[in-house]
């Protein structure tokens, strides 16, 4: 009896024997349970963040894109005004937009605001091309007939002055194909080359010599910008070189293009090797700008009175002026869009000024031949096109044109030319192959004067910045 009644009370101790270990595991149990349902809460409340961040983000940019239509209204009414437009939306989103000059463009800048974002739209505003693009050929020059021998092929319709188009011989070389036109030929009693917009390009330079004239860092010499001292570009929004600058294997993309960075040489510039520019970002020089090897240029302007050359593998998606020569020559790419632009002045001595296209590769633009009418007795700007080239887009020369490739696009000009030494073909076309039906786009042109059009303004580009 004493010996079961032991045993007994042996068994009724086991479970409070036991009992902490239990504790211990319903505590562990709730533990986890509470991380899991922290951890479960923690990623519900940060997805909801991330969830209304992005969407006051794409609001944001509604609104930003908002400023821009905006500006385009207030410029088809209004003309180009270099004010500030703001209003603020219906959900409480602010919009500022304002517009200043970027060499034959209008710059305008859209800041769109909701709730704790902000988002940045850049866009280059020009004209929209008039009825002559939809034409393949348009020649503005009344008194000479368009001749056209050779391999010659015309693949859209044709503009012309009274005399309309024929063919005939060039050193007893007559056309090849007698149906080398496939279009209409549509006589005209006035054609008017499209005339730039002097007013704004003077804009431009004026307030160019403005930032020149404020700009306090100087570098003395001739300078070389490479990796190891790329901090100059990226600390300072103007720099000044009093001799000649080389940039070479620098990788330099802006992520904020609310303000234009400068650069003023007074030499020539060399653009070399590995280099990859983009932005708001011009460099005038005083003399001669060379792109090199295999740099990109994207979104920026190069201006001098001096020659630009691209060369090499270089690709090129920006604004080039010169006043005396522009070259694209061995496999270059022009990539849309990009401009070219030549701008006729009086004073130069040069021979033959220009655009010259004779790279084997894609080229992709809008080229543009300017010829000053006060320049009484000097011979006409060129745009050349050799016969091994292939060019898409948009050619407008105001003095001739020397064609003797391939165009898919457009060509505005005053007049043809074509030189078989010793002679001259003026309004001559020889072994020129167009089809205006293979643009299936409209490239916008630079902004223009005189045009009564309502709705004449163009996007030529549009990029958003954070």
Known sequence: MILSGWKHRCRWTKPFENSGSVLVTVLAVMVILLLLFLAAFTYIANRRS???????????????EAGITRRLNHLSEHGVKYDTISFEAPNGGQVISYLSPWGPFALAISKGKYANQEIITTSLIGSRANKYFDAAITVGDESLPLVATGNTNITGDVNTGPL??????????????????????????????????????????????MRKHQCKKVLEGSWIIDSSNISILQNHNCLSVENNLKIRNVIFERSDNTEIKSIFVQGYVEIEGNTRISGLIEIISNGAIYVRDSAVI?????????????GDHSK????????????VKDN??????????????????????????????RMESVCYVEKNLDSKGKDSPLIYLDSLSRFTGFIISQGKADLRGRVYGSVVTERFYYFLPPTTYVNWIKDFQIDRAQLDYRPALPLMSGSDEKSKFAILRQDIWK
């Open 50 to 64: 991330f969830h209304i961040k992005q969407q006051n983000r794409l609001i944001a940019r509604h609104l930003s």
């Open 164 to 209: 309309g188009i024929t063919t005939g011989r060039m050193r007893g070389e007559a056309i090849v194909n007698e149906n080398f036109h496939k279009g209409e030929t549509i006589i005209c009693k006035s054609i008017t080359i499209p005339q730039l917009d002097t007013n704004l390009l003077n804009r431009y330079a004026k307030e160019a010599f």
């Open 298 to 310: 994207d979104n920026m302007i190069l201006m001098t009175p001096d020659s630009i050359v691209i």
């Open 316 to 327: 090129f998606s920006s604004i080039a002026i010169s006043s005396s020569k522009l070259i």
């Open 332 to 361: 270059a790419e022009l990539i849309y869009p990009s401009l070219l632009l030549f701008r006729d002045k009086k004073q130069t001595t040069e021979i033959e000024t220009g655009i010259f296209l004779r790279s084997r590769k």
